[in-house]
């Protein structure tokens, strides 16, 4: 790949600039967290105009490769967390997977009425009594995602705040108070902007992407347990899939 900007090549120059940059981070040569060069320095070493610099740094911070400390410069954003599209597993055992600490911060716990789509998804009658837990998950201390979750369990299962709060993963307590293993899920993705609470409890622009997750879990015994749905920040999580062709 070229590391120079090229006046004839048919994309604009700060799509070339952006690519070059991208390619540093992708590369290492600049450190998650480490200071990029400033715009008067990317100005001088590729003879580009300073409009033509922010478009380029703009870019690679909507794609989440930079962040702005406002007063301090442009940073390289740490590595998105990764997660394969063919994976059944919990939040806190993502966290884990990639060697940081899962936490949460409980925005809402208690028996709430189904809405219509929850009741459709967990195939209970509409209006029946469900456990809601809504909380904000941390990957060390970092807000991740919004995380609004609704739980059908039978009349003598129950799950305390207190439990969420020293257990974390509703996924471990599923299994290890009620033998109910999370074995399959059915799941669509897609991308949203982040409204204005949303925004304040991820700590991220208003509008910013998010990735939206909804997910219906099934039991061992094909069973509904669980409608999710999580918002993912679109600057820190990402999901990957293998496709075969066949014949």
Do not use: C
């Not at 059908?152 to 033998?179: D, H, P, W």
């Amino acid at each position: 790949m070229s590391s120079v900007i090229d006046p004839g090549n048919i994309l604009p120059k700060y799509y070339q600039l952006a690519t070059i940059l991208r390619q540093k981070i992708e590369e290492n040569t600049w450190k998650p967290h480490e200071p990029i060069p400033s715009e008067r320095q990317l100005e001088v070493q590729y003879n580009l105009s300073r409009p033509t610099i922010r478009q380029a740094i703009d870019l690679l911070v909507n794609q989440g490769y930079l962040y702005r400390l406002h007063g301090k410069g442009t940073f390289v954003s740490p590595p998105k967390l990764q997660k394969g599209i063919f994976e059944l597993t919990s939040f806190s055992e993502d966290m884990r997977n990639r060697g940081l600490e899962p936490g949460q911060t409980l925005l809402e716990f208690g028996m709430v009425d189904a809405p219509p789509k929850v009741a459709k998804q967990l195939e209970i009658p509409e209006g029946r009594q469900v456990l809601r837990i809504k909380r904000v998950r941390l990957g060390n201390g970092i807000p991740i995602g919004i995380q609004d979750s609704y739980l059908a369990l039978g009349e003598e299962q129950t799950i305390t705040r207190e439990e969420v709060e020293a257990r974390g993963s509703i996924y471990a307590i599923l299994q290890e108070k009620f033998g109910i293993f999370p074995s399959e899920a059915d799941e669509t993705l897609e991308v949203t902007l982040a409204s204005a609470e949303e925004a304040m409890l991820l700590q991220v622009p208003l509008g910013s992407p998010l990735l939206l997750m909804e997910r219906t879990l099934w039991s061992q015994e094909r069973k509904a347990v669980e409608f999710v749905k999580i918002l993912y920040r679109g600057d820190r999580y990402k999901y990957t899939m293998r496709l075969t062709r066949k014949g």
